[in-house]
């Protein structure tokens, strides 16, 4: 099974400075996704879990964002996409 990789470096280590650095990541993944053939736009993003990993690098922070697509992209789930009941969301 495919699975696409995009990563970018945060010039700081206060995670509200990431911001950036992740969006950058999901549209590097993106890309990798294209040039495989498949998945060209976010909304295959919709639905899907991502994997996301933050390290330490130097004075900034490695932002690495992984997704192992399920085929279900870009389509809501039967419980309507909401966070399962016993999960949270901070807010």
């Given at each position: 099974?495919?699975?696409?990789?995009?990563?970018?470096?945060?010039?700081?280590?206060?995670?509200?400075?990431?911001?950036?650095?992740?969006?950058?990541?999901?549209?590097r993944?993106?890309?990798?996704?294209?040039?495989?053939?498949?998945?060209?736009?976010?909304?295959?993003?919709?639905?899907?879990?991502?994997?996301?990993?933050?390290?330490?690098?130097?004075?900034?922070?490695?932002?690495?964002?992984?997704w192992?697509?399920?085929?279900?992209?870009?389509?809501?789930?039967?419980?309507?996409?909401?966070?399962?009941?016993?999960?949270?969301?901070?807010?």
């Amino acid at each position: 099974m495919a699975s696409y990789v995009g990563a970018e470096r945060a010039s700081s280590t206060d995670p509200r400075d990431w911001g950036r650095a992740l969006a950058v990541a999901l549209e590097r993944l993106l890309e990798a996704a294209r040039l495989d053939g498949h998945y060209a736009e976010h909304e295959h993003l919709y639905g899907e879990d991502l994997v996301l990993r933050i390290e330490e690098d130097g004075d900034g922070a490695k932002v690495t964002v992984r997704w192992v697509p399920t085929g279900n992209g870009g389509e809501r789930r039967a419980d309507d996409g909401d966070a399962d009941d016993d999960e949270e969301l901070a807010g």
